[in-house]
């Protein structure tokens, strides 16, 4: 990585804050599935690499809200584990029986929660 690359992480870091980043991450993954739906060419690459991020985006988020340090109340981290447990459900379908209809509900689930994140919601 450049060092001026370097310099805009940290600094993207230092100005943005985790709800903030939490949103983005969630954008770039509903682009990168939506491209791939856009651009429909049957499974490939490209689908595996959205459904990679994605999916580990959401292990990370259904982790988070397991642990007892978070401060969300249970019934906030009970609908996170429940929207990720069926991220997780429709990546293995989608993985499974290619369909690019598939992809809508994971593009809507995380543009949906960044918008709220982001307190566009």
């Known amino acids: 990585?450049?060092?001026a690359a370097q310099a805009y992480a940290r600094t993207s870091q230092t100005t943005s804050s985790p709800r903030e980043i939490e949103a983005?991450?969630?954008l770039k993954a509903a682009r990168q599935l939506q491209e791939v739906q856009t651009n429909w060419a049957g499974p490939g690459k490209?689908?595996?690499?959205?459904?990679?991020?994605?999916r580990r985006l959401w292990s990370i988020f259904m982790s988070a809200?397991?642990?007892?340090?978070?401060?969300?109340?249970?019934e906030v981290r009970q609908n996170i584990a429940n929207i990720g447990v069926?991220?997780?459900?429709q990546t293995v379908d989608m993985?499974?029986?290619?369909?690019?209809a598939k992809l809508k509900p994971l593009i809507a689930i995380n543009c949906n929660l960044a918008a709220g994140l982001s307190g566009r919601g």
């Open 65 to 74: 809200a397991q642990t007892d340090e978070n401060p969300q109340p249970i």
């Open 95 to 100: 993985q499974m029986n290619p369909d690019p």
């Open 46 to 54: 490209a689908l595996d690499t959205a459904l990679l991020f994605n």
């Open 1 to 3: 990585m450049s060092n």
């Open 86 to 89: 069926f991220v997780m459900k």
């Open 24 to 26: 983005q991450a969630l």
